[in-house]
Structure formats: C-alpha cells, structure tokens
C-alpha cells in the first residue's frame, strides 16, 4: 500500500481564515508541493491546517512545514495547525516543533475571531 497526502479546503471557516484538512503521510511528496503553491497564493490572513487525519510525519515533510509556515508568516499569514494525531504531536516535539503554532480548534478559533477585529500587519 502506497501512502498518500492530500488535503481539502472546507467550505466554511470564520472570517478572513480558511481551513484546510491535511489527510495521510506528510513527506516530501509532490502533494505537500500541491499544497504549499495553495497557501502561498491563498488570500485569506488566517490558515488554520487540519492534522487530526495525518498519520505521520517524516524529517522531510516537517522541515518542508516548518518553512513554509515561517514563509507565510513573513508574508504577513498567520497559520494555525489544529488538533495533530498524537503520533505526529510526538514527532513535532521531537524534531524542535517551536516554530509550529499548535493549537486545539477551538482555541484557534477564538484567537482567529479576536485577530479578526484588528488591522493586519504589513508584511514584512
């Protein structure tokens, strides 16, 4: 059995933020390529990544994250990852999750809808 990626955007997500429904193994797969073209051209302020349904994460796709996520918010994004699989919370800690905002969804939320009423930062 081959181990796939792939991820979904949500038709609902509050204000100015989108969500997205990572599913399956985050390596160095052309559909975590798929994705990251997706949220640097997202126009929405807050991403809010879905991990619940990621089973695992090798060195490789973590390393791809965590730039990507320093990348973004150099861009002025904020990103939020909701609610990771425990296998992959261990991972993440293990590897110097530091620069990961983890968050549970409904915390994310709450600091999304607080963000929400002010201004955004100019990019940097």
Do not use: C
Request: aromatic share 8%; proline share 10%; hydrophobic share 45%.
């Amino acid at each position: 059995m081959i181990a796939r990626f792939e991820f979904r955007v949500a038709p609902q997500a509050p204000p100015n933020a989108r969500l997205y429904h990572l599913i399956g193994v985050l390596d160095s797969s052309k559909a975590v390529e798929r994705l990251a073209v997706e949220l640097r051209n997202e126009t929405a302020r807050h991403l809010i990544l879905d991990f619940q349904q990621v089973t695992y994460v090798n060195s490789t796709g973590f390393g791809i994250l965590v730039e990507l996520v320093i990348e973004l918010r150099d861009g002025g994004k904020e990103v939020y990852i909701i609610d990771p699989h425990p296998r992959v919370k261990v991972v993440f800690e293990q590897l110097g999750g530091d620069e990961l905002p983890i968050y549970r969804a409904p915390d994310a939320i709450a600091k999304i809808t607080a963000a929400s009423l002010v201004p955004p930062p100019p990019p940097k």
